[in-house]
């Protein structure tokens, strides 16, 4: 029996990814897959960056083709997350999908590649089918009560 790789791929990896194989499958809408950085380092600096739009719970890829819009929360294989910090970007994706965008949590690099193939080709019924599978896992894993969520 082999193991599988994916269980050991860092978000960061994943996401590079992810952005690489769209930049060589679909060459002439590379600048539609962009990166939203809501990272900081310091209370001083996320001040700043709140200051200047920065939003807690924003999604790390979003994809605009043809007046569809989605955003892509990436969480690495097997990674083990604060259960308010879920909440709080599931807040955000459920604010983005009641304003006619579609959102997907997932660790699944073949999941995401779908959705991003999706919202390429206008496909609602997977759009939505995916979307609906990411927010069940996350809401089955907060179900359980305890402090973190596991991808």
């Not at 050991?8 to 952005?19: F, G, M, P, R």
């Not at 002439?28 to 962009?34: D, Q, S, Y």
């Not at 955000?92 to 919202?119: C, M, P, R």
Request: contains cysteine; aromatic residues 6%; proline residues 1%.
């Amino acid at each position: 029996m082999t193991k599988d790789k994916s269980q050991h791929v860092s978000e960061e990896k994943l996401q590079h990814n992810i952005v690489k194989w769209h930049q060589n499958e679909y060459p002439e809408r590379k600048e539609m897959l962009f990166e939203v950085n809501n990272d900081t380092h310091s209370v001083k600096q996320a001040m700043h960056r709140r200051a200047m739009g920065m939003q807690s719970g924003a999604a790390d890829l979003m994809i605009v083709a043809d007046g569809r819009v989605g955003a892509i929360e990436i969480k690495s294989p097997g990674s083990t997350h604060n259960a308010d910090h879920i909440r709080n970007q599931i807040g955000w994706g459920t604010i983005f999908a009641k304003n006619q965008g579609w959102y997907l949590i997932s660790q699944h690099e073949d999941k995401i590649k779908d959705f991003i193939i999706a919202v390429i080709d206008g496909k609602d019924d997977t759009l939505a089918d995916l979307c609906n599978e990411g927010f069940h896992h996350v809401h089955s894993e907060l179900m359980k009560n305890k402090k973190t969520v596991r991808f």
